[in-house]
Structure formats: C-alpha cells, structure tokens
C-alpha cells in the first residue's frame, strides 16, 4: 500500500460539510501552519499564476517578511523563476526513501529562491490515481516537522487550473484568504465564478476568506468590473499584457531582475503595493457566485 491506495488519504466527515452535494479532502485539523499569513492562489490554467505568485513572493521579501512558497501543480513549476530551475518535488523526495519522511533532510526538498524566497514543490500523484489534496497535507505535515514554518511570515500556495475537486481546493483549508489570477476576458472569468464558488464553500466551516482578483495580461478591466458589480468581488491589482512579462519568465526570472525600466519599474511598485496590502489585511468578501447561464447573458452579449 502507497499513499495513492491508502483508505485514509480522504476521510469524509458528514458533520463539516463542504457545501450542498459535496465530497471533499478533510486535512488533518493537527496540520495548521501556524502564524504566517496564508494565502492560495487560483485561476485559469495558463493565467499566470504562478508568475504573479512568484513576483508576489519577491515584493514581500522585498518589504521584509520571510516567504515560503509552495507549488501545488504535478509540473512543478511554480517557483522556476525563483530557483532557476525545476526542483524536486515532495512526492519525489518521499519516493525516493519509500516515503519514510523522518528520513529526509530540509534541503531535501525545501529551495532557496532570489532574495531569500523558501520553495517547496508539493508535486502530485501519477496522471490519474490519487488526489492533489493529500499530497498539499503531506508536504504541510513535512514543513511542519521540519519547524520550517516557525519562523516563516507569509505561506503563498500557486495552486493549479481551476477548482474541479476537493483536492485541489485543500490548499483553502489553510489559508486565510484565496486569491484569484484572472484575465479581463470570458474564460478567465468563467473560471473566477467556479473558483469564488469554491471559496464560498470552504469559508463556511474554515477561516478561508475570499481576498479579491488580480488582473493579469490585461489592457482593461470593463469585463471583470461587470462581474464585481454583479458578485461584490473587488479587483486588488491591475497588471497589463507586458512583453517583460513574458520575457521574464522565458530567462527565469522574476520582475525585479530583469533590466529596469520606467514601464517595469511601474509594475514592480504595483507588486510592492500588493503586498504591502494583502500583509495589512484585506477586507475579506463575502461575493455570491453567478449561474453559469448569467455569466453568458452578462458577459456574452450585446
């Protein structure tokens, strides 16, 4: 038996459900993360996400606070412009002593990034078998033995694509609140809607709280601002379709690496802005999902 076929990887509790009809991942309550401020980033796939995450990572080591982030994509590429590299993963790291964790070293699987960013790549189970989720609690439960979490300030979790199952949305169960990467397109926010919907559900027996979208690759922001109007979701950052963006991740690295200019710099104080923020604290939202059909006649057309 391995961690893909083991009966208790998803215990179902009846007494905390996780919304109307659900089935979902229940972590371990034993496995907090303790005092840092937690945030779980989401979106479509190929928003950007793990590229706003990483820049985000930096600002807040750039205003001082020790950062861990925390790729939760089997590809494992969250945090390639921090490290310059694909670095191991937890699942590969646990695979490789026959998943005896007490086994292992911190530097076996944690990674120093540009201006001190801890990274970690959860990983995940083979294509098809197992769930996401409980590899998001093996590596929390890791951190935590390792006391890597004792001194950490800010936890930012670069979740993958779009919320489609219980254990996806694991990483809400610690956070404090979910972030969304969306573009000012139908898609983008098509995929908000699931991903507002899947906060909502957690908020109700968790401290998750919906943090607000972040815009991305975007000249704009009519379409998104519609859907705030609608939902009472707030835009917490504008940031435009830049080629330096795009060239940034293509040289691994992150935005305040590459060459200066008045147009980076500006993004750069944008990111600085976010962070310096989300550390505040943001009024957590209480916005109401949209019917799928509601989305198309709001957005889809004239």
Same mark, same amino acid.
Not at 57 to 78: E, M, N, T, W, Y
Not at 100 to 125: I, K, Q, S, W
Not at 240 to 250: A, E
């Given at each position: 038996?391995?961690?893909?076929?083991?009966?208790?990887?998803?215990?179902l509790?009846?007494?905390?459900p996780d919304?109307d009809?659900s089935v979902?991942?229940?972590?371990?309550?034993?496995?907090?993360i303790g !005092?840092?401020k937690v945030f779980?980033v @989401? +979106? !479509? +796939? #190929?928003?950007? $996400?793990?590229?706003?995450?990483?820049?985000?990572?930096?600002?807040?080591?750039?205003?001082g606070?020790r950062v861990?982030?925390? #790729?939760?994509?089997?590809?494992?590429?969250?945090?390639?412009t921090?490290?310059k590299r694909?670095?191991?993963?937890?699942?590969?790291v646990l695979?490789s002593?026959?998943?005896?964790?007490?086994?292992?070293?911190?530097?076996?699987?944690v990674y120093?990034g540009y201006?001190?960013v801890?990274?970690?790549?959860?990983? #995940?189970?083979p294509?098809?078998? +197992?769930?996401?989720? @409980?590899?998001?609690?093996q590596?929390?439960?890791?951190?935590?033995?390792?006391?890597l979490?004792?001194?950490?300030?800010?936890?930012i979790?670069?979740?993958?694509?779009?919320?489609v199952?219980?254990?996806?949305?694991?990483?809400?169960?610690?956070?404090d609140? #979910?972030?969304?990467v969306?573009?000012n397109?139908?898609?983008?926010?098509?995929a908000m809607?699931?991903i507002?919907?899947?906060?909502?559900?957690?908020?109700?027996?968790?401290?998750v709280? &919906?943090?607000?979208v972040?815009?991305?690759?975007? +000249?704009?922001?009519?379409?998104i601002? $519609?859907y705030?109007?609608?939902?009472?979701?707030?835009?917490?950052a504008?940031?435009?379709?830049?080629?330096v963006?795009?060239?940034?991740?293509?040289?691994?690295?992150t &935005?305040?690496?590459?060459?200066?200019?008045?147009e980076?710099?500006a993004?750069?104080?944008s990111?600085?802005?976010?962070?310096?923020?989300?550390?505040?604290?943001?009024?957590p &939202?209480?916005?109401a999902?949209?019917?799928?059909?509601?989305?198309f006649?709001? &957005?889809?057309?004239?």
């Amino acid at each position: 038996m391995n961690i893909y076929t083991n009966p208790s990887v998803a215990r179902l509790r009846a007494s905390r459900p996780d919304g109307d009809g659900s089935v979902q991942v229940q972590l371990d309550p034993a496995l907090s993360i303790g !005092k840092a401020k937690v945030f779980s980033v @989401y +979106g !479509k +796939g #190929g928003i950007g $996400k793990s590229t706003t995450s990483s820049n985000l990572s930096v600002a807040f080591s750039k205003i001082g606070k020790r950062v861990l982030q925390i #790729g939760c994509d089997p590809k494992h590429d969250s945090t390639f412009t921090l490290t310059k590299r694909l670095v191991p993963t937890v699942i590969d790291v646990l695979e490789s002593v026959d998943f005896h964790a007490e086994e292992l070293r911190t530097e076996d699987f944690v990674y120093e990034g540009y201006n001190g960013v801890m990274c970690v790549e959860a990983g #995940g189970p083979p294509a098809g078998t +197992g769930c996401g989720g @409980y590899v998001v609690g093996q590596t929390v439960k890791l951190l935590k033995e390792h006391r890597l979490l004792d001194d950490t300030d800010v936890v930012i979790f670069d979740v993958l694509g779009d919320v489609v199952c219980g254990g996806f949305a694991s990483p809400l169960q610690h956070a404090d609140r #979910g972030l969304i990467v969306a573009a000012n397109d139908f898609d983008s926010i098509f995929a908000m809607n699931r991903i507002v919907a899947a906060i909502q559900a957690k908020s109700k027996n968790y401290g998750v709280r &919906l943090g607000g979208v972040i815009v991305n690759r975007s +000249g704009g922001t009519d379409q998104i601002d $519609k859907y705030n109007a609608v939902t009472g979701l707030k835009t917490l950052a504008h940031f435009p379709d830049l080629d330096v963006i795009r060239k940034s991740r293509l040289k691994k690295s992150t &935005l305040f690496e590459m060459e200066l200019t008045p147009e980076l710099e500006a993004v750069q104080q944008s990111y600085i802005r976010l962070a310096t923020d989300l550390w505040n604290g943001t009024e957590p &939202l209480a916005a109401a999902p949209m019917k799928d059909r509601e989305i198309f006649d709001l &957005l889809g057309f004239d």
